[in-house]
C-alpha cells in the first residue's frame, strides 16, 4: 500500500524522536547504575577471615594476641653509650590508617618515634630445621615511611633463658632479617650466628650484598628461604632479591682458611723485593743545565698599541664619601677606598708595562738516572705457609640451631611501621598462601 510521501516523513520523525528520547534514558539509568557500581565497589572492602595455615609459626594478630606476645622491660646494653637505654616504646595491634585493604584485617604497630622498641613470642615448641628447609616471611607496612630505623626480626635461640621480659639486644638469636634504613644506608638484611666447632662461640655473618629494602607505605612481603644445601633466596613482593649460597656470600665466612700466613716467619735481610733501580752506570749529559730557570722572559714580545701606561691598576672610589662620624682630628685623614680602574677594563692594561714570562726551551731540572730491571730482584716477599690450627670445616651450616622465639627488637625515628601474617615454617606453597 502506498502511504502520502508528508505523512511518510512525519511518520518517520516522530519515530526517530521517540528512539531517541528512549536511547537518552537507557544511557542514563545506565550511567547511574555504574556509579552506583562504582561508589559501592569503592565503599565495600573484603572482611578479614583468620587463615587456616598450619605452620610452626604463624600470627596474624587475632584478638588472643596478648597470650603470645609480651614487650620486653629490659635495659638496652651498649658499652659505649653514657646513659642507660630502655625499651619505652609501646606496642599496639591495630587495623592499618592508611592503605587499608581488608576491614578487620589488624597488625602488630610500633607507635613512639624516636624510641627503642622490643617485644617476643615464643613458639608453641622449638623450631628445629636440621631436616628441612626453612621460610621466613611477614608483611610490613611503612605507614610514615622510613628515614631512620629498623623493620626487622630476629629468630631467638632456643633456651631455658628465654624470658620475653628480659629480652633485648643481648638476647642471642639464630636468624636476623628484614629491612633496615638509615640515611645512604638501605638494605633488607640477613645475618645468622655461626657456632664454631671448635670454641663454641658464636659468630655473627652477614649477608655480603644485600637487597634494597622497598621504602613504600603500601604493604611489602619479605620471604626468605634457606634450603637444606645451603642455598638461600630472599623474595620481596614475590620476586627474587637476591640468590645465594651459606658457604659463599657471607662475610665473614662460615669455615677458616686451611692455611695461615707463619706468624713467626720473617723476610731474610738480604731479601731483595725492589723490581727496579737506578741505572748504576747512567751518567749525567755534559750540556745538562740543572740551573736553567723553569721561565724566561719573553724577548720578542711587544707593548700593545693601547696599553695605557700613565694609568693606574687602582684608583680611589669616586662614589665613596666620608661617613658622617668620621672626626679627621681622632680618626687621621679620611682616606676613600681603593677599586679597580675601568679605564683598564677596555683595553690590554695599564701600568708600567713588563713582557710576559715564558717556557724556558732549555730547561730540563734536575738530573736523575733512568731505571731499569732490578737483577738482583726475588719478588715480593711472603711468609711461608702453615695449617690453621684453628681450621674446621662445616658442609652444613644451613642445619640452624633451634630457635625457640621470634622476636622485633628496633629503634626507629619514624612511628606506625605494621608488621602482619607472619610465617614461619617449612612450606613456599604454604607461606604464599598465608599472605594477607
Known amino acids: ?51 587456616e595455615i598450619k605452620a610452626d609459626f604463624f600470627e596474624q594478630f587475632t584478638e588472643d594476641w596478648t597470650s603470645r606476645w609480651s614487650p620486653s622491660h629490659a635495659k638496652k646494653e651498649d658499652s659505649k653509650a653514657t646513659e642507660e637505654w630502655a625499651y619505652v616504646g609501646e606496642w599496639a595491634v591495630e587495623e592499618p590508617t592508611v592503605f587499608k585493604g581488608i576491614e578487620g584485617d589488624k597488625g602488630l604497630v610500633v607507635k613512639n618515634p624516636a624510641a627503642h622498641h622490643a617485644i617476643s613470642a615464643k613458639f608453641p615448641k622449638k623450631i628445629d630445621n636440621k631436616k628441612k628447609d626453612l621460610v621466613v616471611q611477614y608483611e610490613v607496612k611503612l605507614q610514615n615511611g622510613l628515614e631512620c630505623g629498623g623493620a626487622y626480626m630476629k629468630l631467638l635461640q632456643d633456651n631455658k633463658k628465654l624470658h620475653a621480659e628480659e629480652f633485648s639486644n643481648a638476647s642471642p638469636y639464630i636468624i636476623m632479617f628484614g629491612p633496615d634504613k638509615c640515611g645512604a644506608t638501605n638494605k633488607v638484611h640477613f645475618i645468622f650466628r655461626h657456632k664454631n666447632p671448635k670454641t663454641g662461640e658464636y659468630e655473627e655473618k652477614h649477608l655480603k650484598s644485600a637487597p634494597s629494602a622497598k621504602i613504600t607505605k ?30 659463599e656470600d657471607f662475610t665473614p665466612s662460615v669455615n677458616p682458611e686451611k692455611e695461615i700466613d707463619d706468624p713467626k716467619d720473617s723476610k731474610p735481610g738480604d731479601w731483595v723485593d725492589e723490581a727496579r733501580i737506578p741505572d748504576p752506570e747512567a751518567t749525567k749529559p755534559e750540556d745538562w743545565d740543572e740551573d736553567a730557570p723553569f721561565e724566561i722572559v719573553d724577548e720578542e714580545a711587544t707593548k700593545p698599541d693601547d ?29 676613600p677606598p681603593m677599586v679597580p680602574n675601568p679605564k683598564c677594563d677596555e683595553v690590554s692594561g695599564c701600568g708600567k708595562w713588563e713582557p710576559p714570562m715564558k717556557k724556558n726551551p732549555d730547561y730540563k731540572g734536575k738530573w736523575t738516572p733512568e731505571y731499569i730491571d732490578n737483577p738482583a730482584y726475588k719478588g715480593v716477599w711472603k711468609p711461608r705457609k702453615i695449617a690453621n690450627p684453628n681450621f674446621f670445616e662445616d658442609k652444613t651450616p644451613a642445619k640452624f640451631e633451634p630457635m625457640g622465639a621470634i622476636g622485633f627488637e628496633i629503634w626507629t625515628m619514624q612511628s606506625d611501621i605494621l608488621f602482619d601474617n607472619i610465617y614461619i615454617g617449612h612450606s613456599i606453597e604454604d607461606a604464599e598462601k598465608a599472605q594477607g
Request: aromatic content about 8%.
Open 307 to 335: 696599553w695605557l701606561e700613565d694609568e693606574p691598576t687602582m684608583i680611589p672610589d669616586p662614589e665613596a664619601e666620608k661617613p658622617e662620624d668620621w672626626d679627621d682630628e681622632e680618626d687621621g685623614d679620611w682616606i
Open 1 to 51: 500500500m502506498r502511504v502520502n510521501g508528508v505523512f511518510a516523513t512525519a511518520l518517520y520523525s516522530s519515530a526517530a524522536l521517540l528512539g531517541q528520547v528512549r536511547a537518552e534514558e537507557f544511557e542514563e539509568a545506565s550511567t547511574t547504575a555504574v556509579a552506583e557500581s562504582s561508589t559501592t565497589s569503592e565503599i565495600e572492602k573484603p572482611t578479614f577471615t583468620p587463615s
Open 218 to 247: 603500601t604493604t611489602n612481603l619479605y620471604t626468605l628461604i634457606v634450603k637444606q644445601n645451603n642455598d638461600f633466596e630472599i623474595l620481596i613482593n614475590g620476586e627474587s632479591g637476591k640468590t645465594g649460597n651459606l658457604l
